[in-house]
């Protein structure tokens, strides 16, 4: 087929048509809470990008127990949801409040465990030094091949994918992205919680999620792939190479290519789930989180305290 697609800048052009939009208040809705809410959704959404290490090991915004904030900034976001479905008192917002919100208590558990797992490998909560840990997955491996570590190391690499793929089957359901997105089914409910939705209201929303989508992928590269992290023969080859006062520019340069090869590995996956699945009815959805992917998440957060209590370093 040799139709011409959209321009790789689309979502910028859509958003920006977005801003020329009437921005409609409806009768009859909670003001207050319809006109902040949206604006909210996109603080949130940047304070959980500011946690992401770019081209350091280290977000913008990074102390002891970060990743406890960033979790709570993801619950803080799935409640701005159903409270502005709940504002926009439409019988389908309300649904779709509804549904966000039973999304949200059978998700958070699973996404909180696989974020647990490689904590407990590094010994610490705090974004930066789960990064800096040498057991991630592309590490293990290197290490591994380097002959760094020892061949029975290679056992963590079983709870960690584990993990790992639970966690972007969970960061797609923080998304509302197919298969878990029956909380603004077009089909069913007409859009859902943002049915009431114009203007810039309607931008700052699409523009959260836009977003969070890759915040959340920088966030999965950096605790289970290393983020901006890459093998410490290259760094050491270009360190000092080119500098300006004290920053190392080459260095840098190399560790965002590196954070940015791995984040957009992770969107291509969230972005294969799409493709692959159909939409859940919600009650598959809760199902599913609840009755398979929860036992799957605590069984890796076990074969890692088994394996860390056999001593296996």
Known sequence: QNRIGPRFI???????????????????????EFEALPAVQVIIAFLVAF?????????????EGDLIFVLFLLALL????????????????????????MAEFSFEIPLAL???????????LRIKEIT?????????LYDVIMGNMEAINLLYLLPLLLLFGLAILACTAVLEKV??????????????????????????TRLANLIL????????????????RFPAELSSAIEGIWTIGNWDVLLYVVSVIAFLIKMFAVVFLITLMRTLHSRLRIDQLVRTFWYYYLPLALSGIFLIIVFIGAEIK
């Open 213 to 228: 989508e890759f915040a959340l992928a920088g966030l999965v590269a950096a605790i289970f792939l290393g983020g901006p």
């Open 51 to 63: 946690t992401v290490p770019v081209y350091l090991v280290q977000g913008l915004i990074s102390f």
């Open 132 to 140: 800096e840990s040498n057991y991630n997955i592309l590490n293990i």
């Open 114 to 124: 696989a974020f647990i797992g490689p904590a407990i490998l590094a010994g610490s």
């Open 179 to 204: 298969p878990f997105d029956p909380a603004h089914a077009e089909v069913e409910i007409v859009g859902g919680w943002s049915v009431e939705l114009t203007g810039k209201k309607l931008l700052f």
């Open 78 to 101: 799935g409640g701005t949801v159903f409270l502005l479905g709940w504002a926009s008192n439409n019988p389908y917002s309300i649904i779709g409040g509804s549904r966000a919100a």
């Open 10 to 32: 689309q979502p910028l052009y859509d958003l920006l048509k977005l801003l020329a939009k009437e921005d409609i208040t409806p009768e009859g809705v909670d003001k207050a």
